[in-house]
């Protein structure tokens, strides 16, 4: 009897332990980056490529193009729709990527045509749903923290 009582013990206590809950959790944090209970949201990235238009501007074009862009980036980070973004080592196709806090491809889209660089043709994007830390939320509060220069 003490053998079944100490093993229904057992399974009661690892069955316990296996839906145990953070004791960092912070509720209202969760609900301010809109995250699920396992601390993750749905977002859209966005692979940048170089567009096939490129050859068509002057070196002083591309420089207003990217002025542009970087302008477009900034915007839509303090907007809170934008979370990451930056450039890829090297000169390859593959230019960058952003991490846009949507919910669907649409809205992603949208967004992407707000960039002078797209409409100019000088990037294109590919944009994929992904699922990730809600933590991303926060991101950008804190880069402001440690970056001595705006970009």
Do not use: C
């Amino acid at each position: 009897m003490n053998k079944l009582l100490y093993t229904l013990f057992l399974l009661f206590s690892l069955n316990s332990l296996s839906h145990a809950q953070n004791d960092l959790y912070d509720t209202e944090l969760a609900a301010e980056v809109g995250a699920d209970k396992y601390g993750m949201k749905k977002y859209v990235i966005a692979f940048l490529h170089r567009g096939e238009r490129v050859s068509e501007y002057s070196a002083e074009q591309r420089t207003e193009i990217q002025a542009g862009h970087m302008a477009n980036i900034n915007r839509l980070a303090a907007e809170g729709k934008l979370v990451v973004a930056g450039p890829f080592f090297g000169n390859e196709e593959l230019r960058g990527l952003f991490i846009f806090a949507v919910e669907t491809l649409e809205e992603a889209e949208k967004l992407t045509e707000t960039d002078p660089a797209i409409k100019a043709g000088v990037l294109k994007m590919e944009l994929k749903e992904w699922y990730g830390s809600a933590a991303l939320m926060l991101l950008n509060e804190l880069h402001s923290k440690v970056a001595e220069e705006s970009i």
